[in-house]
């Protein structure tokens, strides 16, 4: 059921309580992580944190926790399965759901005892009346229990009866029939596409503002959730631009609070501001110049992986007056006189090339004096930590380094998170230049698809599901800006990547078609579930997005024979 006092109905339940805190791999449910963390350590309330990467993680991690809890928060995971029939809980356990997954399964709603959502209720949920989907079947069994009992009656008056009593029957199962129909309708409509709606650190930001425990770092920490929404493509120009909207008033209200403190100008003190920034990944960390390269924005518009492209990012720098060597070297050495109007300068050659909003409404902050980080700077550089890719680190080893690189008194760890997600910008791009220029993405009818074999470099960093999807729209772009087949513009795309080469099993990714005005939804998800379940093939869906998968190598051709039949 849905939560409609998160103070009172959640959070004063689980104060005095143990709490199991199970937490999805990305990296708003971190931030949400963060926030209530900090929550929880004000008011004492003893917990447990568990990363969990899928469902499989998710079961094994309730297993292992349910005999010394009793009250279970799920954040990012967990509302779009029928969490009870999954787990099979006992009647005393309680679970507190704050997930920007949708739809959120009905039995999850309707669930009065056991289930909590922490959802927002204006989003556009859209779930189905209670009537509509559940009904009560107590009338039938009360009519079909008469018909035994008149054994004493006369033969002929029993038979007209009998008649009587058929033809009513014949009539429910037919009603019943009809509404069964019309209930599978409604819960396909219903379930048919995924996608996300408000951010989980936005939800806990304002329990925190509630409680009013609000601080400047869980304020920046709900910032970097909406942005990994935008990052990672998971919500619409409208939802994003309302949400950034609702923090900018909690920002203003903030620096007003803090204008007469006297930590003002103290040295450690942090400052964020509403920017209109450029859409340049990372630019204030590396050279300009680089960061136009990869920068899924600037490549695809010039399409940087063809000589033209080349030639005409030297008109576009020649157009600015930007010296080449200032551009080349790291953003922090250029000359001041160049760094203080760069963005309007920037902006005004961008509209002559056609790149007329390569500014964006975000947030930047100040730590001190001497660093400066905008809101998708801190969201690459957790990514990258989290999905690190190296040879002793286990995935919660990742998890609790992503946590850290968080907090503001962990600057060292942020920094090696911004190396790793450049490292990782520049082998999206590099693999991206790859397969448009060896024609790797075919036309299959109703989608494009793309397969990276074996062998490609990077591949091992493409296993990981936020690097696969990032991948996946980078590449849509960049096909969509260097395609002249116009039907191939408005098609979806499928994207399969080595897993593990032992086990020999490949990830899979399917994402909507590229447009600005795209609702972000994915139908891709119901879409491989029917796939694999007509052609048997071995598939595992693990993640909490449906539109991930994982599939035997052999079972690749069958099962997108049967994804193309399915879809056209």
């Known amino acids: 059921m849905f939560i409609t006092d998160i103070r009172e109905e959640f959070y004063e339940v689980v104060t005095n309580q143990r709490v199991a805190l199970l937490v999805a791999a990305d990296i708003d449910a971190v931030c949400a992580c963060k926030i209530l963390q900090v929550l929880f350590h004000c008011d004492q309330v003893q917990y447990t944190l568990v990363p969990v990467a899928g469902w499989q993680d998710l079961s094994t991690a309730f297993l292992e926790h349910k005999e010394q809890f009793q009250y279970f928060v799920l954040l990012n995971c967990g509302a779009n399965v029928d969490l009870l029939e999954m787990l099979q809980p006992d009647d005393d356990s309680v679970f507190f759901i704050c997930d920007t997954h949708r739809p959120v399964d009905v039995i999850n709603v309707y669930n009065d005892s056991q ?62 029939r009809e509404w069964e129909g019309r209930r599978r309708e409604i819960l396909f409509d219903y379930e048919q596409y995924e996608y996300h709606g408000t951010s989980a650190s936005m939800m806990l930001f304002e329990l925190a503002w509630v409680l009013t425990k609000d601080t400047m770092d869980m304020l920046w920490w709900a910032v970097i959730g909406l942005t990994d929404q935008w990052v990672h493509d998971k919500i619409t120009h409208m939802k994003y631009v309302t949400d950034i909207a609702t923090m900018q008033r909690h920002v203003s209200r903030h620096n007003h609070r803090n204008e007469d403190e006297e930590n003002a100008l103290s040295i450690d003190c942090m400052r964020i501001s509403f920017e209109y920034d450029l859409r340049l990944t990372l630019y204030q960390h590396w050279s300009l110049y680089e960061s136009i390269c990869n920068s899924c924005y600037t490549s695809c518009h010039f399409k940087l ?4 492209g080349q030639k005409k990012l030297q008109e576009f720098l020649a157009d600015m007056g930007l010296p080449l060597k200032q551009v080349r070297q790291k953003f922090h050495s250029m000359d001041m006189a160049i760094k203080g109007n760069l963005r309007d300068v920037i902006e005004e050659s961008s509209s ?61 760890r942020l920094h090696l998170g911004i190396d790793l997600a450049k490292k990782k910008l520049m082998a999206i791009q590099q693999t991206v230049a790859s397969c448009i220029c060896t024609n790797l993405i075919v036309s299959q009818g109703p989608f494009l698809y793309c397969y990276l074999m074996e062998g490609t470099p990077d591949v091992k960093l493409f296993s990981k599901p936020m690097a696969l999807i990032l991948l996946c729209k980078y590449l849509l772009k960049a096909f969509v800006h260097s395609t002249r087949n116009k039907r191939c513009k408005l098609l979806p795309l499928v994207l399969a990547a080595p897993k593990d080469v032992e086990k020999g099993s490949v990830i899979v990714v399917g994402i909507p078609p590229e447009s600005e005005t795209s609702d972000k939804k994915n139908f891709f998800g119901r879409a491989f579930e029917k796939a694999a379940e007509s052609t048997s093939s071995r598939t595992l869906h693990d993640h909490f997005d449906t539109s991930i998968i994982e599939l035997k190598t052999e079972d690749r051709s069958k099962f997108l024979d049967a994804l193309i039949t399915l879809l056209s």
Not at 139 to 156: A, F, K, T, V
Not at 305 to 308: I, P, Q, R
């Open 115 to 176: 289930i909590k959502l922490l959802i927002k209720q204006d989003d556009d949920l859209g779930v189905p009346s209670y009537d509509e989907i559940f009904r009560d079947d107590d009338e039938e069994e009360g009519d079909s229990g008469n018909e035994s009992d008149e054994g004493s009656e006369p033969s002929g008056k029993r038979r007209r009866f009998d008649e009587g009593a058929v033809e009513r029957r014949i009539e429910r199962q037919r009603a019943k």
């Open 305 to 308: 992986w063809t000589l033209n």
């Open 352 to 412: 002559k090339y056609g790149m007329k909003d390569i500014r964006v409404q975000t947030f930047g902050v100040h730590f001190g004096f001497k660093n400066r980080f905008l809101a998708s700077d801190m969201v690459h550089a957790a990514a990258a930590l989290l999905e690190s890719t190296e040879k002793d680190e286990s995935p919660s080893d990742n998890f609790l380094k992503a946590l850290d690189s968080l907090s503001r008194g962990n600057l060292d």
